[in-house]
């Protein structure tokens, strides 16, 4: 890496100052700030904060890219500075060691003052920088050539649009779904596709997960060199790969560099080296997987708890041990053949929106298609899989508690954690509420994130003072509703099991203060006032085109397509009462349909307590991928 760096060094200084490059670049800069998208106010204030201490004129702030002006000398001296001896190295690596000097770096000897990490400097030898000075170009190695993905149409195309995406119904793209959506909002000359690939109903196996781990560091590695200079552009095209395949692509609206965009991203993907040399690709996808998943160990309590609890309602979870040992059995060609037949059974579902027109978006769809065909002979269906998919989560069992536990797998590690985690049921379903207006149950789940939030800091943190962290919310995982109490800390009289038995007392105190609240005028106003703060949180505009784009693409990726969610929601919300509340709250918290699950994760002053109270329905589980795959097999459907 180091003799790559002084190569590459070494070509440039070789080139000399080159003006149509710093020029190009200035062209670059100038449109992407042109062209950007308004931030939430609080962060572009912290922004422009960070920003001041280095920042004389408000000018250089306000509109830097224009402010640039070329100097040939002051390029030379920066090209002058590019050598060996002003060359600095930072490594970092969990082999260098404290205790003496390794074959991976010198001893660390000194402490930084902060977190406490150990470093150490030391000067390059003179014998390192003459090495490093006499080092040989690489032929190819070569400073790029114009940029092609440079957009130059920046036309706003007349408005042909709907209030809401639209269908499109031409024969070129008949096999797929391909919904339309024209801004004449925002008004930036930008795109914004995705697509959905989504093949027939499969068993996940480990082997399949992994196997789309390395497909997509593959096309990653592949794309950042070959879609590097769109990248530049802010062009950008992703494809995730999992038990369904989804593309994204977003950028300028030129309709020309938009084609090449999706025709090199796709051609990337056929054109993957399954034959690279094995030490290769063992240090660029095998070994980066490997750590990932090796790196769980080193997780926070508050982060494995939640880890734990997933894995025991999604299939598609596995525990990382079980995965490092599939991990070496898996070859180059074992991901060839995924790719290619994975391909064989799907339906495509895309969106396009923002500066585009419906003639442009079937041609977009299209090219997605006919790359899909040519590059692996993709065949296509015309199926509604959206709305017969069925999320990989099970139902929980309704009046228990599984309890798992599980000790810190780092020894060091002085934080304990739990998460007490209720099922509530599928985001699209209205549950028991059936006779009720539509969204009623996911109105009442979020208004019970709203009113838990203080109480829960306060009881579990300020008066318990159980972890530095301590919180209540309502999320959604997979599709499926959660609320959740989250707490983590190091107090050595207050381990997991302490701090799981303080949120259980929260629940029962809560129940009776919101109890109380209901019984007095001043209590049902402050239940007003909440309301009053959602309804602006469902109604709360997009800010930019991107925010409406994935406003939309929820609606259109999920199985319903309500384009009025927002208003069926406020509506929902009006007819709510406290009383409504307090018989949710008993019934998925505390009452006989609960689903709930503990999970306890112990630091290094607690041992795990090997019991649990039947009586009260608990459960022990210390493996949730074995228990979830012997006792749960019923997943909730959108009629749940």
């Not at 999320?391 to 536990?405: A, E, G, H, S």
Request: net charge negative.
């Amino acid at each position: 890496a180091v003799v790559s760096t002084q190569s590459t060094g070494k070509r440039v200084k070789q080139g000399g100052v080159n003006e149509q490059l710093w020029m190009e670049n200035k062209q670059i800069d100038e449109l992407k700030f042109k062209f950007k998208e308004k931030e939430d106010p609080a962060s572009y204030a912290s922004l422009i904060a960070s920003n001041m201490a280095r920042v004389t004129d408000p000018r250089d702030y306000l509109d830097p890219p224009s402010r640039r002006i070329y100097n040939e000398t002051l390029e030379e001296l920066i090209m002058d500075h590019i050598t060996p001896d002003n060359f600095n190295m930072y490594i970092s690596s969990l082999k260098l060691s404290e205790d003496e000097e390794t074959a991976y770096g010198p001893q660390l000897t000194q402490k930084e003052k902060w977190y406490n990490t150990p470093y150490e400097n030391m000067a390059m030898s003179a014998d390192d920088i003459a090495n490093w000075e006499s080092v040989s170009l690489d032929p190819e190695l070569k400073l790029p050539e114009t940029n092609p993905f440079i957009p130059d149409d920046f036309t706003m195309k007349d408005y042909e649009g709907e209030p809401q995406p639209v269908l499109v119904n031409q024969s070129s793209v008949s096999e797929m779904t391909v919904w339309w959506y024209q801004d004449n909002v925002f008004k930036q000359p930008k795109i914004h596709m995705a697509c959905r690939i989504q093949p027939d109903s499969s068993t996940p196996t480990i082997k399949k997960n992994l196997l789309s781990e390395m497909l997509y560091k593959m096309f990653q590695r592949e794309t950042s060199e070959s879609l590097y200079p769109a990248i530049t552009v802010d062009y950008t095209i992703d494809l995730l790969f999992s038990d369904y395949w989804a593309m994204s692509l977003a950028g300028f609206s030129d309709d020309d560099k938009v084609k090449r965009v999706i025709e090199s991203g796709l051609e990337s993907l056929f054109e993957l080296n399954f034959e690279q040399d094995e030490a290769h690709f063992n240090a660029t996808i095998r070994e980066p997987i490997r750590k990932e998943y090796l790196n769980i160990r080193n997780w926070q309590p508050g982060n494995l708890v939640r880890r734990y609890a997933r894995m025991l309602m999604d299939e598609y979870m596995f525990e990382y041990q079980e995965t490092l040992k599939e991990l070496d059995t898996l070859t180059q060609a074992d991901i060839e053949e995924l790719r290619d037949n994975f391909l064989q059974n799907v339906s495509i579902d895309c969106s396009v929106m923002g500066n585009v027109r419906k003639r442009l978006a079937a041609e977009y769809a299209e090219i997605l298609k006919n790359k899909l065909v040519a590059g692996a002979g993709a065949k296509i269906v015309k199926e509604d899989r959206l709305s017969n998919f069925i999320q990989p989560v099970f139902k929980l069992p309704q009046n228990k508690t599984l309890v798992i536990r599980k000790k810190a797998e780092n020894p060091d590690e002085p934080n304990s954690g739990v998460l007490t985690q209720f099922q509530i049921g599928p985001i699209e379903s209205n549950g028991p509420y059936s006779d009720r207006l539509p969204y009623t149950r996911w109105v009442l789940t979020t208004l019970l994130g709203l009113m838990m939030k203080e109480p829960c800091f306060n009881y579990l943190r300020t008066k318990k003072q159980l972890g530095y962290v301590a919180m209540c919310f309502e999320d959604t995982y997979k599709d499926v509703i959660l609320f959740n109490i989250l707490v983590q800390g190091s107090r050595d009289d207050a381990g997991a099991y302490i701090i799981a038995q303080e949120q259980d007392n929260l629940l029962n105190i809560q129940f009776d203060e919101f109890t109380k609240q209901n019984t007095t005028p001043e209590g049902q106003q402050q239940f007003e006032d909440i309301k009053v703060a959602l309804r602006k949180q469902i109604e709360e505009k997009p800010i930019s085109l991107s925010d409406m784009d994935a406003q939309l693409n929820k609606e259109i990726f999920s199985p319903t397509r309500d384009f009025g969610r927002k208003e069926k929601k406020v509506a929902a919300l009006e007819k709510i009462t406290m009383d409504d509340f307090l018989e949710f709250y008993e019934r998925y918290l505390m009452g006989p349909k609960r689903r709930k699950i503990s999970s306890q994760v112990y630091g290094k002053a607690h041992a795990v307590p090997e019991t649990v109270d039947p009586k009260k329905g608990e459960v022990l589980i210390t493996d949730p991928a074995a228990y979830r795959d012997d006792n749960l097999s019923e997943k909730f459907q959108l009629d749940e």
